[in-house]
């Protein structure tokens, strides 16, 4: 039927179909041009939401790692606390197991003077030793003051300091009685 038209009815039903197809290409192609860029973005958000988790996930593994860290470090001043009570609590039975109990009479009487300016008086056999006195200050002082650890005896005029701890009280001239300064060796 085509052919029976003049042609100049032709020519505008062949521009009609013309633009026709050419609003449909252009649709098609809008239509695929969207579907690309929905296709990219859609690609980008998956990527970002990828960066977000293995961020995430190292944030978390650093966290842990924070975390068993801390709990190491906990577990080791625990550790080293208890291996400090035990080593104060034997060196306390150490010094509980030289002192003997005081003498009625007798013996050597030792007036101690303490850092502190304080006076403390005790009678000792004279078969003890210096390790025995600062064994008996090791207890007085884990009782009465803790911070005081490490001591040195001395006396004051002449000045001699008693650092052989295995000698007896007669030995070291301190019987019937003597003066002993304390030293806090720690101070």
């Known amino acids: 039927t085509l052919l029976k038209l003049p ?3 032709i020519l505008p039903l062949l521009n ?3 633009h026709r197809f050419q609003m449909v290409t252009a649709e098609e192609v809008a239509r695929r041009m969207e579907r690309e860029q929905e296709m990219e973005l859609r690609r980008q958000q998956d990527e970002e939401y990828q960066q977000a988790l293995r961020a995430d996930q190292e944030r978390e593994r650093r966290r842990e790692q924070e975390k068993q860290e801390e ?6 001043e625990a550790e080293r606390a208890r291996q400090k009570a035990q080593v104060e609590s034997d060196r306390l039975e150490r010094a509980q197991a030289l002192v003997r109990p005081e003498p009625a ?4 009487r030792i007036r101690f003077t303490l850092p502190s ?3 403390l008086d005790r ?3 004279a ?3 210096i390790a025995s006195l600062k064994a008996f200050l090791t207890l007085h002082f884990a009782e009465h003051n803790p911070e005081i650890k490490n001591i040195a005896l001395s006396t004051s005029f002449p000045k001699k300091t008693y650092d052989e701890d295995d000698k007896t009280l007669t030995e070291s001239g301190l019987a019937p ?4 300064m304390v030293q806090d060796l720690d101070a």
């Open 7 to 9: 042609p100049n009815q």
């Open 16 to 18: 009609g179909t013309y």
């Open 71 to 76: 709990e190491r470090r906990i577990r080791d």
């Open 105 to 108: 009479t007798g013996g050597a």
């Open 117 to 119: 300016g304080k006076k």
């Open 123 to 125: 009678r000792f056999d």
């Open 127 to 129: 078969n003890e030793t």
């Open 177 to 180: 009685q003597a003066v002993l």
